[in-house]
Structure formats: structure tokens, C-alpha cells
């Protein structure tokens, strides 16, 4: 968890909008997060929903922040490595 949360500021930043709608598509089909909560994050701005994905990601705890890193990873490698994730 402390990964992703030290990786916040930026991710807010530079996540691309694109790359935040296949995140949540990876995250409710793994089971880390339900429609409800998808859709929450999808009826905001990007860095607003960027912003409440990585917190409520972080509140599910450190297996949830694993499956968020893997995905990120396979997402944007060149944004990971720049944050340390990968």
C-alpha cells in the first residue's frame, strides 16, 4: 500500500484518461472493485477519479494495491518505471 500511495501525487498528474478507463475495466473484472464503484470514479474528472481510485484502492488493502500495480504496469510500463512501481 505504501507503494501506490507514495505514487499518488503523481499518478493524479500524469494517468492518461484512456489508461484510466482500461484500469477500471482490469479492476472490476479481477474483483477489486464492483459497477458501483467504477461508475463513481468514471462520473468524475480525470484527476478526480484518479484521485478516488488510488484512495479507494489503498482503503482495500495491500493485495487490492498489488493488483493495481500489476495492471499499471502492463498499462503504462513507461509511467511505472518512472514512479517506481514496476
Known amino acids: ?4 500511495h ?6 493524479i498528474e500524469r494517468l492518461s484518461e484512456d489508461n484510466l478507463k482500461q484500469l477500471l475495466d482490469r479492476l472490476l473484472h479481477e474483483g477489486v472493485l464492483n459497477d458501483q464503484e467504477s461508475d463513481s470514479v468514471q462520473s468524475r474528472n480525470r484527476s478526480d477519479g484518479v484521485r478516488g ?8 488493502g495491500n493485495v487490492a494495491c498489488s493488483v493495481f500495480i500489476r495492471e499499471l504496469c502492463e498499462l503504462d510500463r513507461h509511467l511505472s518505471e518512472d514512479l517506481q512501481l514496476a
Open 6 to 11: 507514495s505514487a499518488r501525487a503523481q499518478l
Open 1 to 4: 500500500g505504501k507503494k501506490l
Open 53 to 60: 481510485l488510488v484512495d479507494m484502492v489503498h482503503r482495500k
